[in-house]
Nanobody, 122 residues
């Protein structure tokens, strides 16, 4: 059983900051890419940021320069530091991780967290 548990969402004023965390737990061999997606009201889910092996990071254009993704491999945890938040950042944020369950059977599956609400409003 693999679980991704997110924390850190909430209500913040425009221009404020929040830090999201997502920890992977359970039985698995390795965690490959980890990332954050979001789904705003009436919108499709979109990629916000991803971090891959070798610290390769990619961001959506809308968050470049404001958001920073990082990870602690020892803790199988990914973080999203969100600064200069805007009302359009309001969404449910989902953590995702590509996980290899078994060392011999190299199948990699994507797992999702339950989502955490981020609301940017004055």
């Amino acid at each position: 059983q693999v679980q991704l548990v997110e924390s850190g969402g909430g209500l913040v004023q425009p221009g404020g900051s929040l830090r999201l965390s997502c920890a992977a737990s359970g039985s698995f061999f390795s965690v490959n890419a980890m990332g954050w997606y979001r789904q705003g009201p009436g919108k499709q889910r979109e990629l916000v940021a991803v971090i891959r092996s070798g610290d390769n990071r990619n961001y959506a254009d809308s968050v470049k320069g404001r958001f920073t993704i990082s990870r602690d491999n020892a803790k199988n945890t990914v973080y999203l530091q969100m600064n200069s938040l805007k009302s359009e950042d309001t969404a449910v944020y989902y953590c995702a991780a590509d996980i290899q369950r078994d060392e011999i059977i190299r199948t990699v599956l994507r797992y999702w967290g339950q989502g955490t609400q981020v609301t940017v409003s004055s």
